[in-house]
């Protein structure tokens, strides 16, 4: 089969793996319908993370080939969305809630790869959900984007306790973050304040719901905050970058007794002051996101054409042409790349 694979950093093919087969009785092979470049993938790309001969790709939805003896939830021809993470969904991690934290956790980036033709999805019934019935082709790109940056979106929003009577503020305009304001907007929030200093990501950001655009950034933007919430700060916020400038701009723009959802992948070297974080007195989760946990109400909610995530693709590509595509996430001149098989 074909699939994406970093030689190096920077270096993307499109070269011949060989085609996934059902090893464990938990397993399941699908056929791609679609996958997407990720913010994260930039990180090996720019040689942040390492790759070597890398299988990329870990946001994936298609048709279900194939099924071992022990699959019961999913079957051959179901239409099916699943996780980044793959998890067993019976372990007490998987069943409290955090199934990107699963005892038996596989990160699909880099060990499955989903950048392909075709995966081989380990613990089926614990990471895949089938759609109600084959999607109108419309809807493909929006249960794409449940895998991973709605998915990852909503969990920053529910982990900030967005909802009625909040005003929220979102720090980052990339694909995570405007999935944020979705969610924001989904979960009822009164106000929903983007921070972002781009033109296109600011509109995209006012159709999912953000109510107010600040465009400054670190302390000008928590200040920024401050003034829109009468010197409080707001009373949840999505942190979806990853850098130490964001988290602390993050920080700073919430009231104390708020809550931040932290999704943002923070990479070695970024430190927070602590005397600053235990005076700030605000709510902290984050992590990577149990999407697993989302994904039924975030399927119905695209089947019922109540949510429109799908927009967020800003570049579509075949899967051939995925170099073009890592370059142009890269060189920011798309939010997030779609992969068509
Ligand atoms: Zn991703
Ligand atoms: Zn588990």
Known sequence: ?????????????????????????????????????????????????PANHTPMGHEYVGVVEEV???????????????????SCGRCEICRSGYPSRCVHAVFVAGNIGTQSEKARIPHADGTLVAAPGQPDADLVPSLLAASDVLGTGWFAADAAEAGPGKTVAVVGDGAVGLMGVLAAKQLGAERIIAMSRHADRQALAREYGATDIVTERGDEGAARIKELTDGLGAHSVIEAVGTEESFLQAIRS?????????????????????????????????????????????IQLIWDRKINPGTVFDLTLPLDQAAEGYLAMHERRATKVMLTL
């Open 1 to 49: 089969m074909r699939a994406v694979i970093m030689d190096a950093p920077g270096q993307i093919t499109v070269g011949e793996r060989q085609d996934p087969r059902i090893i464990e009785p938990t397993d399941a092979v699908i056929r791609l319908t679609a996958t997407c470049i990720c913010g994260s993938d930039l990180w090996p790309y720019r040689g942040v993370e």
């Open 68 to 86: 071992g003896a022990e699959v019961t939830t999913v079957k051959p021809g179901d239409f099916v969305v699943g996780s980044f993470v793959i």
């Open 254 to 298: 919430t009231r104390p007794g708020g809550h931040i959802g932290f999704v943002g992948v923070a990479h070695e070297g970024v430190t927070l002051p602590m005397d600053e974080v235990f005076f700030a007195q605000v709510h902290l989760h984050g992590g990577p996101a149990p999407v697993r946990r989302y994904l039924p109400e975030l």
